[in-house]
């Protein structure tokens, strides 16, 4: 077995934390033997010196020996870095939000095509074993038409990174939107959603929103609630689920479940005479429970560093697709859903692009702050007062 050689482009939390260290325990498989990062002192590190240390994202993208790039810069540079490691003959695995609009995802799905080189998202949560149960208990059919969903991410915290500032194409739509996002769409079905969306920023130190919360609604799909909170000091578990016979609650280690079989029960045609002895419609239920531990380490949360089940997962995978020519488990055009989704909530809050896209100026550090009223996609009611300078 031939190890696939890999240069990482951005030596931080995600290309070194993440990325190299889930290599390490996949030598077989993939081998790390190159990086570039602005910082100088980012270029090397004690646990892999065999490491070329590149000046520039050209010069790792001229190593020949290189077959896969990991993009793991700040957002804003994705669609150009994996743009150009995809026209420099490399296979190209892209941190989220992977671009900010269809057309940066459509360019890197046609430069894929054109090179003949896997264009693959890091869109690693969606092997996450509670969304996997998740999903196949609604598909199952237990829980009967799933009407709504919510998913909670959040605490109560503030932040200071770039991951709060515009310029960097920072804020939670592009830092932890797309993986609940993700999850959603799997569950919501193939419908085009209709969006609506409020954004807020509250306790971050940058311009970028810090709240946010989506809708998403289509006649025959449930409606999604995602709520990602900056000022959750009682999180929520992550999920909540409502079906025609049953629901679903729970957490990243434990999930419960319980439904009721109709078919077992009387029918109950409708009546308009006023009720016997005026009472309330009401009967007794007998509900079969199910319920889902956890096998392995599960997710710490927000501000933590994912799990790393669902990462080999998905390097498992990409594996398979390059040296096997495996089908692809997810796969751009799945990902480009849910950037569209993501690009429908800044137009239709009327928060401009962060740079960056592959039309706009990636260099450009002038933005528009997210305000810290609430930022609405429809006109639902007057914005809330600010909240400015209260903390
Ligand atoms: N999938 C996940 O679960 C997950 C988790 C964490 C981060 N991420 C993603 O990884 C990316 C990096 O985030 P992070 O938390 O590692 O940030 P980070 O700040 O820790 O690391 C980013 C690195 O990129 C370098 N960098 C800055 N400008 C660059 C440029 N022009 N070219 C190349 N490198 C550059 C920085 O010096 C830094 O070392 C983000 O897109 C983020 O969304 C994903």
Request: charged share 25%; net charge negative.
């Amino acid at each position: 077995m031939t190890p696939i050689r890999v240069g990482i482009i951005g030596f931080g939390r995600s290309g070194f934390g993440i990325h190299a260290n889930a290599i390490a325990s996949l030598r077989d498989r993939f081998t790390v033997t190159a990086v570039y990062d602005p910082l100088p002192e980012r270029r090397s590190h004690e646990d892999f010196p065999d490491l070329k240390a590149c000046d520039s994202v050209e010069e790792l993208l001229r190593q020949e020996d290189v077959e896969l790039v990991i993009v793991a810069s700040p957002n804003k540079f994705h669609a150009r870095h994996a743009l150009a490691a995809l026209r420099g003959g490399k296979h190209v695995l892209c941190e989220k939000p992977f671009g900010f609009t269809t057309a940066d995802v459509d360019a890197l799905i046609a430069a894929s095509k054109a090179s003949g080189k896997v264009l693959q998202a890091f869109q690693q949560r969606r092997y996450e074993s509670d969304f996997q149960k998740v999903k196949e208990i609604c598909e199952s059919g237990v829980l009967g038409r799933i009407t709504f969903i919510r998913t909670s991410w959040g605490g109560f915290g503030r932040r200071w990174d770039w991951q709060t500032a515009r310029s960097f194409g920072g804020g939670q739509l592009y830092n932890n939107g797309p993986h609940p996002l993700d999850h959603m769409l799997e569950l919501f079905g193939d419908a085009e959603p209709e969006v609506w969306c409020d954004l807020r920023r509250s306790l971050c130190s940058g311009d970028a929103e810090d709240e946010v919360q989506i809708l998403l609604k289509a006649p025959n799909s449930p409606t999604i609630q995602i709520d990602l909170l900056a000022t959750a000091a009682f999180p929520q578990e992550r999920w909540y689920i409502c079906g025609t016979r049953g629901g679903l609650t729970g957490g990243t280690d434990k999930l419960r479940w319980k439904f009721v079989d109709w078919s077992t029960m009387p029918a109950r045609e409708l009546d308009t005479n006023p009720t016997e002895g005026r009472s309330y419609n009401g009967e007794k239920l007998t509900w079969t429970e199910g319920e889902w531990t956890s096998a392995g380490a599960a997710d710490a949360g927000a501000g933590a560093t994912p799990a790393s089940m669902p990462t080999f997962s998905l390097y498992q995978s990409l594996w398979a697709t390059i040296r096997e020519g495996a089908p692809q488990v997810i796969t751009p055009e799945s990902v480009r859903r849910r950037v569209a989704v993501l690009q429908k909530c800044y137009e239709l809050t009327g928060i401009p692009f962060p740079e960056g896209t592959l039309t706009g100026d990636a260099d450009a550090t002038t933005t528009v702050p997210v305000p810290t009223s609430a930022i609405r996609s429809a006109a639902t009611g007057a914005p809330e007062p600010s909240l400015a300078g209260q903390i």
